[in-house]
């Protein structure tokens, strides 16, 4: 028979939010073990730019204890903001100027910076769950898709839209939101795409129309990220074979026919293999009842469409929850209890202003409501 192993804290998932509640809990002096399905920590590009806000992911950078480390990886520029309409025209530039709260950095960087902060053998690669089994008294034991199988005391699902420790606490599937994000990259772009670079300038650009936008973002080397979204079925992206790239990428800007060439090269003349990114969104007011030794963090605990809060949701909930173990090292449940009760409302509210947020940019009344949205933000000239 294989061994059987025990990990007092197991965490599934070597994301944001797994990683920096493996590390607040290493700064409180408490062991706990990552396991990731991926084979490496650079089995797959990790995406694209992240703003990580004050009010919760540099909370939790600062509890992790690498926060100075952090504000190295800062990209110059990023905060800035440019809305342009279809025709190429900017309606609205808000440079950065250092002081807007929400700095950019590469999420694989700021990956990697968890990664090194955790002692070697913290992070468990290439093990995928294959099965869950309650063993009472909130213990668990995992089996895993390599042969091994672990027993744990406290289980946290960390691993994303698609938990498989979901289910334990509320077996809800996430929902398809009617939107989908196809993921291209041009690269070199001030030398050789010098129009698009312009229009994207040193930060962000929103190019929004209802039901449909092209949403681009500055990467350091002259890289532009981009995301276009629209609002289709699944069955109408399944007609589209994004294996072929120029075929897929030609379908996809035909949807833009009248938008301005700058923006429409974000999309024909993409150097990679685009990558369609359906949204899927956990309930309205999505919550469980507790559960002994097991909870849930980041996406696993409350998908939402994308605000620009999901990642530091995440880093915040591995840092809250971290805290709550801290605090409570004589019961994990009062330690559950103690998260759970700040996550939900916590994730509700912000999972709502997610969608009002989806609205403003891909509503009926886009370009104008993102306009009034910035406007807002800023206060009177």
């Given at each position: ?169 509320r077996d809800v599937k996430p929902t398809y939101t009617g939107t989908t994000f196809i993921e291209t990259y041009l690269h070199n772009s001030d030398t050789l795409h010098p129009a698009s670079a312009e229009a994207v300038g040193s930060g962000s650009l929103f190019a929004i129309a209802e039901g449909k936008g092209i949403l681009a973002h500055r990467e350091p080397n002259g890289v532009l990220h981009t995301y276009v979204a629209l609002n289709k079925p ?148």
């Open positions: 028979m294989p061994q059987i192993t025990h990990t007092p804290i197991a965490i599934i998932g070597a994301g944001l939010g797994g990683l920096t509640l493996a590390r607040v809990l290493q700064v409180h002096g408490i062991t706990a073990t990552v396991y990731e399905a991926e084979a490496s920590p650079n089995a797959r590009t990790q995406g694209g730019m992240l703003d990580i806000h004050d009010h919760n992911g540099q909370i939790a950078l600062k509890e992790a204890g690498i926060y100075d480390k952090f504000l190295k990886l800062i990209m110059p520029g990023g905060q800035s903001t440019r809305v342009i309409d279809k025709s190429g025209k900017v309606l609205f530039n808000d440079p950065d100027d250092g002081t807007g709260g929400r700095p950019e950095v590469k999420r694989g960087e700021l990956r990697r910076l968890l990664l090194e902060s955790l002692p070697e053998g913290t992070v468990v690669w290439g093990h995928k769950i294959s099965t869950i089994t309650p063993l009472g008294n909130g213990k668990h034991s995992l089996t895993f898709a390599n042969g091994v199988t672990i027993t744990t005391d406290l289980l946290v699902g960390a691993e994303g839209a698609w938990s498989k420790v979901r289910p334990l606490l699944t069955d109408w992206f399944a007609t589209i074979d994004f294996t072929d790239k120029a075929s897929a990428l030609a379908r996809i800007a035909s949807e833009f026919a009248d938008w301005a060439p700058e923006l429409k090269t974000l999309i024909t003349d993409g150097e990679t293999i685009p990558v369609a990114r359906p949204l899927y969104t956990l309930p309205a007011n999505y919550r469980w009842d507790r559960v002994p030794g097991v909870t849930l963090l980041g996406d696993a605990a409350h998908l939402m469409v994308p605000s620009g809060e999901g990642a530091n949701l995440a880093m915040f909930d591995g840092a809250e929850l971290g805290k709550a173990i801290a605090a409570n090292l004589g019961s994990i449940e009062a330690a559950l209890s103690a998260y759970e009760k700040e996550l939900f409302p916590r994730s509700n509210a912000e999972a709502k202003e997610a969608l009002r947020i989806h609205d403003i940019l891909f509503g009926i009344n886009a370009p104008q409501s993102l306009l009034d949205f910035f406007k807002k933000q800023k206060g009177p000239a």
